[in-house]
C-alpha cells in the first residue's frame, strides 16, 4: 500500500503501470467494500475476457446489473487520460500551499492548458468540505465576510471604496480555533441569509465572535454566546472579553493572496470551487508542537513553545478525497466546459 509521496515523479516510481494506479484509486475509494456507484450493492464481480478492459466490474444486484469501473460517476468519470497523470495532478493541487495555476501545471504534468484546466476543477469539486463529515464547527468560532475577486484596477484620481458597497462577490467565512473553517459565496449579507447558513455549519453550543455588522446580533442569539469586536474603530480585541476575530482574518489573508497571486483571471461562476480548494488545504492541518530553548546572556535558560500548522501527509489528503468522490462526476461541453449532470 502507498503511505507516502514526496514528487510528482514519486508517483511514477511507485506505480510504473496504469494498473499500479488503478489499485491504488481502488483501494482509496471502496477500501475493502467495493460498491456499485449506480445503486450501492455491495455485490459484484470482475468481468474478465481478452475484450473487457481492466477494471471492469458488473453489479449484480438483479435490478441494477450495471457494469461500472473505479472512476463511473467520480469526477474522473469516462478519463482518456493515464490515471497517474490525474494521482500527479491532485498532488500538486494539494502540496501547493497557494493553490496551482493550470499554465503551471500543464508545464509540470505535460498536458495541454485546457487539460490541466479541467483536471483542476475536477479535483476542486471534490474539495467541497461545506458538508464535512467531521462535523460541526465548535468551540470559539470567529465568523467574518470576506470582499474577494481581486483588487479594482488603478485609475488615476480615484480612490476605490474599500469593504461593503464595492460590488464584489462576498463570501461567509467561519473559522473555529481548533483549526476547522468554512467559506461559502453569499448573494448578500442579509441577516436571513446568513442565519441558516451558521446554524447548519456551528453548533448551538459554541462562542461566536463577530465584529459589529447588525445582521449578526439576531443570529448571535442561536449559539451560546456572542461575542464582538468593532473593527472600523480600530479594535482588534475586544478589552473586556478579550474576544479577537484573527483566525477567521488569517483565513481571508490565505483566500485573497490565493485569488491575488495564483487565481487572478477567474470566472465568478467557478469562484466557490477556488474557495473550497483553500479551506480544504486549511482544514487539513495538524498542529505540531515545537520547543525552542533560549539561553539568555547570564545564562539562564528558557523554552518557548509554539504551534505551528502543518499540512497532514499527502496520501492521507487524498484518501479523504478520493472517498467522497461518488456521485460529483462533472461532463465536459462540446465548447471545453464544464457541465454537472
Ligand atoms: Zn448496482
Not at 465584529?211 to 482588534?236: E, L
Request: glycine content about 8%; some cysteine; proline content about 4%.
Amino acid at each position: 500500500m502507498i503511505t507516502e509521496l514526496k514528487s510528482v515523479r514519486d508517483v511514477w516510481k511507485k506505480m510504473p503501470t496504469q494498473r499500479h494506479a488503478r489499485l491504488f484509486l481502488e483501494n482509496a475509494i471502496w477500501g475493502d467494500d467495493r460498491f456499485c456507484p449506480h445503486c450501492g450493492s455491495l455485490s459484484s464481480r470482475p468481468l474478465c475476457g481478452a475484450s473487457v478492459r481492466a477494471g471492469l466490474y458488473q453489479c449484480a444486484e438483479k435490478e441494477c446489473r450495471s457494469q461500472f469501473t473505479v472512476t463511473t460517476r467520480t469526477p474522473l468519470h469516462a478519463t482518456k487520460l493515464d490515471l497517474r497523470i490525474w494521482i500527479a495532478a491532485m498532488f500538486l493541487v494539494l502540496t501547493s500551499s497557494k493553490g496551482i495555476s493550470s499554465v503551471v501545471m500543464s508545464r509540470i504534468l505535460g498536458v495541454n492548458q485546457k487539460t490541466a484546466w479541467k483536471l483542476g476543477h475536477a479535483i476542486r469539486e471534490m474539495m467541497d468540505d461545506r458538508q464535512s463529515i467531521a462535523g460541526r464547527l465548535s468551540g470559539v468560532v470567529e465568523v467574518d465576510e470576506a470582499f474577494v475577486g481581486g483588487k479594482p484596477k488603478f485609475r488615476h484620481g480615484v480612490k476605490n471604496k474599500r469593504g461593503r458597497g464595492t460590488g464584489k462577490p462576498i463570501a461567509l467565512v467561519a473559522a473555529a480555533r481548533n483549526g476547522q473553517a468554512r467559506a461559502i459565496l453569499l448573494p448578500n449579507t442579509q441577516g436571513r441569509t446568513m442565519k441558516p447558513i451558521m446554524e447548519d455549519w456551528i453548533d448551538p453550543g459554541s462562542v461566536l465572535v463577530t465584529d459589529k455588522n447588525p445582521s449578526y446580533r439576531k443570529i448571535g442569539t442561536s449559539f451560546a454566546n456572542h461575542h464582538t469586536v468593532q473593527h472600523n474603530k480600530r479594535q482588534y480585541a475586544n478589552r473586556k472579553t478579550g474576544a479577537h476575530i484573527n483566525t477567521v482574518e488569517a483565513v481571508n489573508a490565505v483566500v485573497q493572496r490565493a485569488l491575488i497571486g495564483v487565481y487572478h483571471r477567474l470566472a465568478q461562476k467557478h469562484l466557490q470551487r477556488y474557495l473550497d480548494e483553500i479551506i480544504w488545504r486549511w482544514n487539513h492541518r495538524a498542529p505540531e508542537t515545537r520547543v525552542r530553548t533560549r539561553k539568555s546572556a547570564s545564562g539562564r535558560s528558557s523554552s518557548e513553545t509554539t504551534i505551528v500548522w502543518k499540512p497532514i501527509p499527502v496520501v492521507d489528503q487524498m484518501r479523504g478525497l478520493l472517498c467522497e468522490a461518488v456521485g460529483r462526476q462533472i461532463r465536459r461541453t462540446p465548447s471545453w466546459g464544464l457541465r454537472w449532470p
